[in-house]
T-cell receptor, first 110, second 115 residues
Framework: RKEVEQDPGPFNVPEGATVAFNCTYS??????FFWYRQDCRKEPKLLMS???SGNEDGRFTAQLNRASQYISLLIRDSKLSDSATYLC???????????FGKGTMLLVSP | DADVTQTPRNRITKTGKRIMLECSQT?????MYWYRQDPGLGLRLIYY???????NKGEISDGYSVSRQAQAKFSLSLESAIPNQTALYFC??????????????FGPGTRLTVL
């Protein structure tokens, strides 16, 4: 049973492009949603939480669609430094832990 | 200094050897976790602990054991290492979930190779 699914990519985009990632989750009781960023061979770090009303942090916009059970991340004006793997993460209180997707790789080229 | 540290950072060992990975944190969090990460499989939870007297199995606990020696320390042991335990291991900590936020803070990882 795949609880959190993501397209592994890689997504290859030029600098300045807009790119979007989607993620689906299987447990309708899931409560909280996050995007983490992981650089190659480094630890994951929280990028942003995802709220029902959608939220924005600079060039990054996250959206949640509970009815369809998917989460999205939009990155505008991509920078070389955005190259990383983006992990979709879901928290379900009954499990008391986070469930991580396998990640979507983004490669931004000059 | 890093809030979550792991030792060793890299380890090469042989099949059948016992090995311990250690994690320490200065964040004052009660909750600690051990994950392994394999290419194409993502992060998978091995064990977690919500306080010093609490130990819980995760998704893939077979072949592993843990010890929570103190609030700040959580060790992962491989009693008899096997090659398919070759992976990148992460320790993480978190506070109690607050307003739906349950951020985990990860250590830098231990790259383990079992020959």
């Amino acid at each position: 049973r795949k609880e959190v699914e993501q397209d592994p990519g890689p997504f290859n985009v030029p600098e300045g492009a807009t790119v979007a990632f989607n993620c689906t989750y299987s447990n309708s009781a899931s409560q909280s949603f996050f995007w983490y960023r992981q650089d190659c061979r480094k630890e994951p770090k929280l990028l942003m939480s995802v709220y029902s009303s959608g939220n924005e942090d600079g060039r990054f916009t996250a959206q949640l669609n509970r009815a369809s059970q998917y989460i999205s991340l939009l990155i505008r004006d991509s920078k070389l430094s955005d190259s990383a793997t983006y992990l979709c993460v879901v928290y379900t209180s009954g499990y008391s832990t986070l469930t991580f997707g396998k990640g979507t790789m983004l490669l931004v080229s000059p | 200094d890093a809030d979550v540290t792991q030792t060793p950072r890299n380890r090469i060992t042989k099949t059948g050897k016992r090995i311990m990975l250690e994690c320490s944190q200065t964040k004052g969090h009660d909750r600690m976790y051990w994950y392994r990460q394999d290419p194409g499989l993502g992060l998978r939870l091995i064990y977690y602990s919500f306080d010093v007297k609490d130990i819980n199995k995760g998704e893939i606990s077979d072949g592993y054991s843990v010890s929570r020696q103190a609030q700040a320390k959580f060790s992962l042991s491989l009693e008899s290492a096997i090659p398919n335990q070759t992976a990148l291991y992460f320790c993480a900590t978190s506070d109690l979930p607050l307003a739906g936020i349950n951020e985990q803070f990860f250590g830098p990882g231990t790259r383990l190779t079992v020959l």
